[in-house]
């Protein structure tokens, strides 16, 4: 019974290669630095959705976006703002304590 699960698992897993994530693969490594190529394809009655996980919030990064003013998490998504700008709608799961000060990781 575990090893036909497993199999199922696995061939499930394995389906959920959509098309279009094969063809935007491929379009990334032929022009990985070029965003238009993929904008071509992609019709324009499509709603993108990007989701991502776990933005941490431990005590070194705390300390790291600490201003005189608040805090700025800017440098965090230096390097993923522009994919993430080219969603339609971003969800990402905020991994913090929101229980008071002192705020901890």
């Known amino acids: 019974m575990r090893h036909t699960l497993f199999l199922i698992i696995m061939l ?4 959920c290669t959509s098309r279009s994530q094969a063809r935007r693969d491929s ?13 071509s394809i992609i019709p324009a009655d499509t709603l993108r ?8 919030q431990h005590q070194g990064q705390i300390n ?10 800017s440098t965090c998504f230096e390097y993923v703002k522009e994919e993430i700008s080219r969603a339609d709608l971003a969800i990402a ?3 913090v304590t929101l229980g008071g000060k002192p705020y901890k990781g």
């Open 64 to 73: 790291a976006a600490r201003t005189a003013k608040g805090y700025d998490y």
């Open 49 to 56: 959705l990007l989701f991502v996980g776990d933005l941490m």
């Open 12 to 15: 499930l897993s394995l389906s």
């Open 93 to 95: 799961n905020l991994e």
């Open 27 to 39: 379009i990334n490594t032929t022009s990985a630095d070029s965003f238009s190529a993929i904008d």
